[in-house]
């Protein structure tokens, strides 16, 4: 689960919650686990560049919007754990405004 602020006018407008799911090949559950810091922190700057670009305004659950997030996720994510990613799911996604 990873919490990214949606910052407007210098301040944090906004919290979004965001719980991700990997699809992975057979047998590779304890590679992910090993590289976890790794992954958790490629996330984070993908969600936060996605929150900067402004994202998660407006309709942020729009399809192609969603679309646009998590191919970015799972190019990041290949680039850590290579072809053992098959997807990247989002599998919750909430926006709790201040």
Known sequence: QFVIPVVEDGQVAALVVVSLSLEVTTGSTETVFAREPKLR?????????????????????????LV????????????VLGDIVTDVLIVDIARQDS
């Open 41 to 65: 922190d490629v996330f984070l700057q993908v969600l936060f560049d996605h929150a900067n670009a402004g994202g998660f305004r407006g309709s942020f659950t729009d399809g192609s919007n």
């Open 68 to 79: 646009v997030l998590r191919q970015a996720l799972k190019e990041v994510a290949m680039q």
